[in-house]
C-alpha cells in the first residue's frame, strides 16, 4: 500500500486535503459531552395523591399504572417510589439507543389507560410522563447574601422566571428546580376547634373545593332579549381564591351547635348561636412553602437550585454557554440582593479536557520534530512528520463522526492514544527511510524499503 501512494503522489495529497476537509467540518459539528451516552435513557412517570400514605398509594396509585406500563416497547425494567407525602414516581429504563420520543408517547397513553382507574384526588392531579436524564449539565444558584429571601420566595421566582427560559434553549432537555419548592396555601386544622363545631376534616375539605372554583356567571342583557335592551354586561364572580384572607372567609358550616365552649376563641361573626363557621374559626390559613421535608442552602446562605439537563447528542459547551448567557441577561431583572452563581458546571470540566488534549497534541508535535532534527539532523525529515501526523489526528475526527461517537473523555483520551502511536510511527519510519538512504537507496526506494 505505501508503495502504491509512493507513486502516486497527487492522489496521495488529494486524500489528504479531503481528510483534512472532512475532519475539520466533523470536529466542529461533532457533539461535545463529558460522558458518552453508554446510560440507558429513562422516562419518569409521577403524580400525587394528597394525604396518602405510601402504603395507600402503591397500592391505589402505582398498580394499576405499572399494570398498563408493563411491557412497552423496548423497556428494559421500571422502579417505582411511593412517599409518604402521597408523592408517586415511576421510572421506565430503555434499551441504548431507544427512540425516546416514540417511547415517550407509549408510556403517556398506558398512563391514559390507567386514568380512569386511580382515585378521583389523583385524577385532579394529573399525571406528569416526561424524559428524564441522569447527567445534570450545570446548576445555577439563587440566594442573597443578606438573607433577604427565604427558599420558598427563590424556589417560587426560578419556577415562574427562569424555568421555562431556560428550558426553551436548543439542547436543554430537562430543567428542575431544586429547592423549598412552590408556594402553597396551607390550612393548619385545630381538632378541638372540629370537634366543637361537630364538624370533620372531609367537612373542610368539601368546603374548600366547593368554594374554590371558578364559575362562569355568564350576562346580563344577552340574547335573545326585547328590542329596548341597550346594554349588555358580562357578570364577573370571585373565581379561585388566592389570598389567605380569601380563604379564611370560606364558609364551612352554615349552621354551628348552640353550646358555648370554654377554652376555646369564638367565632368572630357570632354569639354561641353562631349561624355561620368560617375557615379561620377551626383553622389557621398560611401561604406557605408546599413540602417541608425539603430545603436547600448555598455555602450557609438560603437558596434555591436550577438543575440543567442536557439532550442526548447535544453539544454540552453549547448549551452551557447558552445558559450562562442568559441567566446573565435575567439577573439584569432579579430584585434588589438577589444574585446567581453557579457552583456546578461540568463544561468547565470538558474545556480543560479539550485544552488538554491541544496542548499534548502541540507538545507530541514539537517533541517530534525535536527528536528528529537531533537524531537525524535533516530538515527534509523534519518535514514529514510535520505534515502526515496533523493529517492523521484530524481525519480521527472524520472516522469518529461516521461512528457515531462524541467528543467526550473517553474518546479524547483514545485521541491521546492516537497521537502517541502516530507519532511513535512516524520517527520509526522517518528513521528507517534515513538509514536507507545513507546506505545509496533513493528517497522513493528507502520509503518502500520496511
Known amino acids: 500500500m505505501s508503495k502504491f501512494f509512493i507513486e502516486r503522489p497527487i492522489l496521495a495529497n488529494v486524500i489528504a486535503i479531503v481528510t483534512i476537509v472532512l475532519g475539520v467540518v466533523c470536529m466542529l459539528t461533532l457533539p461535545v459531552s463529558e460522558y458518552p ?87 385532579s392531579q394529573g399525571i406528569n410522563v416526561r424524559k428524564v436524564s441522569t447527567n445534570i449539565l450545570l446548576i445555577e444558584s439563587l440566594y442573597s447574601d443578606d438573607d433577604r429571601y427565604d427558599e420558598t420566595f427563590l424556589s417560587n421566582y426560578a419556577i415562574i422566571n427562569l424555568q421555562n427560559p431556560i ?69 364577573n364572580t370571585l373565581g379561585r381564591l388566592s389570598t389567605t384572607e380569601e380563604f379564611e372567609d370560606i364558609v364551612v358550616k352554615s349552621k354551628a351547635p348552640a353550646t358555648e365552649v370554654k377554652g376555646l376563641e369564638q367565632s368572630r361573626d357570632s354569639s354561641p348561636t353562631a349561624q355561620i363557621v368560617r375557615l379561620r374559626d377551626v383553622a389557621t390559613v398560611q401561604l406557605s412553602q408546599q413540602v417541608y421535608s425539603v430545603f436547600s442552602g448555598l455555602s450557609g446562605r438560603k437558596a434555591a437550585h436550577i438543575a440543567v439537563y442536557a439532550l442526548p447528542g447535544a453539544n454540552a459547551l453549547d448549551v452551557g454557554v447558552a445558559t450562562r448567557a442568559l441567566m446573565a441577561e435575567m439577573a439584569k431583572s432579579f430584585p434588589a440582593g438577589m444574585k446567581t452563581e453557579s457552583l456546578y458546571d461540568t463544561t468547565i470540566f470538558i ?17 517530534v ?29 472524520a472516522a469518529m463522526a461516521l461512528l457515531g461517537f462524541t467528543v467526550n ?40 524499503r520496511r
Do not use: C
Request: aromatic share 4%; net charge negative.
Open 167 to 235: 428550558a426553551r434553549l436548543p439542547g436543554v432537555g430537562q430543567v428542575t428546580v431544586m429547592g423549598a419548592g412552590p408556594y402553597s396555601m396551607r390550612v393548619w386544622l385545630d381538632p378541638q376547634k372540629l370537634d366543637a363545631f361537630g364538624l370533620t376534616v372531609l367537612d373542610v375539605q368539601n368546603a374548600i373545593q366547593s368554594q374554590n372554583v371558578q364559575v362562569a356567571a355568564g350576562q346580563l342583557g344577552g340574547p335573545p332579549v326585547s328590542g329596548d335592551q341597550v346594554f349588555q354586561l358580562t357578570v
Open 351 to 367: 474545556n480543560q479536557s479539550i485544552d488538554a488534549v491541544y496542548t499534548t497534541l502541540a507538545l507530541a508535535g514539537v517533541l
Open 369 to 397: 520534530l525535536i527528536v528528529i532534527m537531533l537524531f537525524l539532523q535533516n530538515m527534509r525529515a523534519m518535514l514529514v512528520p510535520a505534515t502526515t501526523v496533523p493529517v492523521t489526528i484530524i481525519g480521527a475526527f
Open 37 to 123: 451516552d453508554i446510560v440507558p435513557p429513562t422516562i419518569q412517570v409521577t403524580t400525587n395523591y394528597p394525604g396518602a400514605s405510601a402504603e395507600i398509594v402503591a397500592k391505589t396509585v402505582g398498580i394499576p399504572i405499572e399494570q398498563q406500563i408493563n411491557g412497552v416497547e423496548s423497556s428494559i425494567y421500571m422502579q417505582s417510589t411511593s412517599g409518604s407525602d402521597g408523592s408517586y414516581t415511576l421510572t421506565v429504563t430503555f434499551a441504548i439507543g431507544t427512540d425516546l420520543d416514540t417511547s415517550l408517547a407509549l408510556v403517556q397513553n398506558a398512563a391514559n389507560a390507567a386514568l380512569a382507574q386511580l382515585p378521583t384526588q389523583v385524577q
Open 409 to 448: 473523555l473517553m474518546t479524547l483520551f483514545a485521541l491521546i492514544l492516537a497521537v502517541g502511536i502516530v507519532v511513535d510511527d512516524a520517527i520509526v519510519i522517518v528513521e528507517n527511510a534515513s538509514h536507507h538512504i545513507e546506505r545509496g537507496l533513493s528517497p522513493k526506494d528507502a520509503a518502500s
